[in-house]
């Protein structure tokens, strides 16, 4: 029984930020690779960032250098960060969490297909 709850999406204009939360429950949170996907308007799902249990980040090329994926442990929550943010950052966020962590090469990265828990999701839309 694995939930995700995400919270911190909203409206901000281009060149701010914001902070996304996901309170995770139902399962040793520390043993679980989490992750942050999007899906803009017309778009298919796309990966942001994701963290394994040793600590490792990957990052889309879409906000690398400009985003932080982190745990906050004590309050079992899984925290991203985006700054500078553009209208092409609009979308429906998602929380994602797998029990095993695949090591994600070749770019695509991270990808939908190694999560197998997600989140409802909490809209992020940047105005220009």
């Known amino acids: 029984q694995v939930r995700l709850v995400e919270s911190g999406g909203g409206s901000v204009q281009a060149g701010g930020a914001l902070t996304l939360s996901c309170e995770a429950s139902g399962y040793e949170y520390s043993s679980y690779c989490m992750g942050w996907f999007r899906q803009a308007p017309g778009k298919e799902r796309e990966g942001v960032a994701s963290?394994?249990?040793?600590?490792?980040?990957v990052y889309a090329d879409s906000v690398k250098g400009r985003s932080k994926i982190f745990k906050d442990k004590l309050r079992n929550t899984l925290l991203l960060q985006i700054d500078s943010l553009t209208p092409e950052d609009t979308g429906m966020y998602y929380c994602?969490?797998?029990?095993?962590?695949?090591?994600?090469?070749?770019?695509?990265?991270?990808?939908?297909?190694?999560?197998?828990?997600w989140g409802q999701g909490t809209q992020v839309t940047v105005s220009s």
């Open positions: 963290t394994d249990n040793e600590g490792t980040t």
């Open positions: 994602a969490a797998d029990s095993v962590c695949t090591y994600c090469t070749g770019g695509d990265c991270p990808r939908e297909e190694t999560f197998s828990f």
